[in-house]
């Protein structure tokens, strides 16, 4: 087995994973806003990881409601760097995976759905359409071939190559959990900073529609964070929300009443040409502190 030297340096590492509202292009823009000192951080809608894995501080908490990319992180981080690529590339000459062999895509996708494997599902995510992770009902993997377009590239192996090792270089606890759940649990001391990152409530991203097996985003859910946000500056615990005000022609009522309390950063990021938009429109995301 070869050994894989990793250098990292203070660029933002991108996840290899292409979940729904990943941060790694904002990030320039909202880590300024982060505290300089944290003991604790607690990343509560996690996604791929990307915030988390660029921060600094001593504790690391990664949440995440949907169990198997919990899962994926933990085996990144868990084992070493080249048996996890070593694993991916047995995969690819298994199911002769390629931009063009859909049948070998589907031989994997049934593999996968028996077994469960979560580099497995890597591998199959890697092959499929725009890269994402999708689900039915069932817990099924169901997102089709990514024809002539996805494949696990050069340029996808280096980000994966740098993800995990930035990742083993930390102190993290991983969970899955709902929000509520995983907060509920915590013990939260002065230095600590949270990191909110929910579905957001006027989009259509199918994180967030109920129909995938995992709960919905709905106006109940998102009342009861922007309580629980309340309730922790009452507290003096310190945090930050990225969200939308506004997206297409929709607002987020709730969130505009809220933002009046707090400090509003607006950033520059449009969805144009986002995977959970059905037709071109503007998003007003912001990222919102309480310090």
């Known amino acids: ?9 203070n660029t933002i590492v991108a996840s290899p994973m292409n979940y729904i509202g ?9 880590m300024p806003y982060f505290p300089a000192y944290i003991d604790n951080f607690y990343d509560v809608f996690a996604g791929g990881a990307n915030v988390a894995v660029n921060i ?20 990144f ?14 995969y690819i000459k298994k199911y002769e995976l390629s931009k063009t062999n859909r049948e070998g895509f589907l031989k994997l996708r049934i593999d996968y759905n028996a077994d469960k494997k979560p580099i497995k599902l890597y591998t199959l995510m890697c092959y499929s359409f725009n890269y994402q992770f999708r689900f039915n009902n069932n817990h099924e993997y169901n997102n089709p071939f990514g024809t002539d377009r996805s494949h696990f590239s050069k340029t996808l192996e280096n980000k994966l190559i740098r993800f995990v090792s930035k990742l083993q270089e930390k102190n993290i606890i991983l969970s899955c959990q709902s929000f509520e759940e995983f907060l509920d649990k915590q013990n939260f001391t002065p230095n600590s900073f949270l990191y909110f990152d929910p579905p957001y409530l006027i989009t259509t991203g199918s994180y967030n529609d109920g129909n995938r097996g995992f709960k919905n ?30 997206h297409k022609e929709k607002e987020n009522e ?8 707090y400090n509003l ?3 520059d990021k449009h969805y144009n040409n986002s995977s959970y938009n059905t037709q071109k429109g503007i998003s007003n995301e912001i990222l919102l502190t309480n310090f």
């Open 265 to 267: 950063i607006d950033l």
């Open 56 to 75: 600094e501080a001593e504790q690391i908490f990664i949440n995440d409601i949907n169990k198997y990319v919990i899962d994926i992180i933990k085996y």
């Open 254 to 261: 709730f969130l505009v009443k809220f933002s009046k309390k």
């Open 217 to 246: 985003w709905t106006v109940p859910q998102e009342k009861k964070l922007l309580e629980y946000l309340d309730y922790l500056n009452s507290q003096k615990v310190r945090f930050a929300l990225s969200n939308v005000l506004s």
């Open 1 to 9: 087995m070869r050994k894989t030297t990793v250098r990292n340096n």
């Open 22 to 30: 990943g941060k790694a292009k904002l990030l320039p823009q909202i």
């Open 77 to 90: 981080k868990e084992n070493e760097l080249d048996k996890i690529l070593e694993d991916i590339h047995l």
